[in-house]
């Protein structure tokens, strides 16, 4: 290891930037946030930098760089398109002890400036020696999206306790398997939900050798099937759970996130297919919760969209169990958007609807001569097995026959289908096509731009409706 990490505490402290181009601005942010006295030496500015300059942010001298303007400065950068400027202020630099950072020179440069990832009072910096600043800005991303802005409220809180809890365990093996079991506790948990008396109490409990059950319950929509569409919070669930209970609709690319010791029960309902009971489930969930365990409630698009995701959570709240949502893409707008289909458009459609058609009760209770309204998209979830009833009910109550329709099946995945009909003959189009589950049902005037707007998968295949037969064309 060639360049040995440092943090200094800039703050108040002398910070010269020789160079006043977009560079040297890009440095001067990166230093602003711990506080220094910048000092810019350089002829000209960039119209931005002039301007806070003008705010009172840092100073600026409009002239050429002199050896002494470093005198007094805790770290110097020089900046500059000219070689030989950014060699002189290296030397001034170099030959005062004062650590410098010549942009794009490794040889001349005394320190590396690293890319930074701040959850202050975490901070984390990346360095790849100035061989490979992209990368470095690359694993910096990396981390973001793991490290997320929780993390910088638990680094205050351990701050805060640390006294406590050392003279609680005076051990230093203790201390450090208390601390193990903090991180991986409640306390982490409850400030990523912003519950900070919630982590209190944790703590507390945690500090005092409570017994009390540290299980959770992550409710958390996987999407469609493209687990590319999860979230960075359904990722960071699944990469922590002790066991996950998905439905039959989750991909196995998405399961395949989950903690490799976590253990999978799969819970989904399927017509025709055999269930696991809602309250079995509910069970479950208060179950692996009260023994302590991470549990994830994995389901299919978004848990609060025809997911049951309230009755659960209901349940849970009735048990006195930790419980977090984490929200999904729900199949109406994830299929949508992979098949080219904007539910909503200037054009054509003022707003869209949301049903569901997997059994004859939900079907039942629609509202049938307002769900007719042309200029409305209506977005029917598990509807092949009622296409026809669907198609029947629209047409009495008004809905025009020449309605585009599209059947999405296995939207976002590798496997998509896109049907595009009419809404007279579309029970026959889904026959035709023999269109499987999961698939979602589009009817209204977006469904036509399919073909056009189609950039996922294969082009959706295009019926054309002779007197009284289906023809399929791609």
Known sequence: MRWFPLFLDLKGRKVVVVGGGTIAERKIDLFQSAGPAIAIFSPTVTPSLAARVAEG????????????????????????????????????????????????????????????????????????????????????????????????????????????????????????????????????????????????????????????????????????????????????????????????????????????????????????????????????????????????????????????????????????????????VTAAVACGAYAGIPLTHRDHARGVRLVTAHCQSALDAVDWASLARERDTLAIYMGVGSVQRVEAELLAHGQSPTTPVAFVENGTRADQRVIVGTLKGSAALAAEAAVKSPALLIIGAVAALAPTLSWFGDAPIQAVYPADANRLTA
């Open 57 to 328: 942010q840092f100073t600026w001298e409009a002239r050429a760089f002199a050896e002494s303007d470093v005198i007094g400065a805790s770290v110097v950068v020089a900046a500059t398109d000219d070689p030989d400027v950014n060699r002189r202020v290296a030397d001034a630099a170099t030959a005062r002890g004062i650590p410098v950072n010549v942009v794009d020179d490794l040889e001349l440069s005394t320190g590396i400036l690293p890319a930074i990832v701040d959850r202050s009072p975490l901070v984390i910096a990346v360095s790849t020696e100035g061989s490979a600043p992209a990368f470095a800005r690359y694993v910096r991303a990396r981390i973001e999206s793991a490290i997320d802005e929780s993390f910088g409220d638990l680094a205050s809180f351990l701050r805060r306790v640390r006294d406590r809890i050392k003279q609680r365990f005076p051990d230093l093996t203790q201390r450090r398997r208390f601390y193990a079991a903090l991180l991986e506790g409640a306390v982490p948990d409850a400030l990523r939900r912003r519950r900070p008396m919630e982590a209190e109490v944790a703590f507390e409990r945690a500090l005092m050798g409570s017994t009390a059950s540290g299980g959770r319950v992550d409710l958390v929509g996987a999407g469609p099937g493209d687990p590319g569409l999860l979230t960075l919070n359904a990722l960071r669930a699944l990469q922590a759970a002790d066991v996950v209970l998905h439905d039959r609709l989750v991909s196995a690319e998405v399961l395949a996130l989950s903690r490799r010791e976590a253990e999978l029960i799969p819970v989904g309902k399927a017509a025709g297919f055999h269930s696991v009971p809602q309250d079995e489930i509910n069970a479950l969930l208060v179950e692996h919760a009260r023994a302590g365990r991470r549990v994830v409630r994995l389901k299919g698009g978004d848990p609060f969209v025809f997911g049951r995701g309230g009755e659960e959570i209901e349940v849970l709240a009735a048990h006195g169990i930790a419980y977090r949502v984490v929200p999904g």
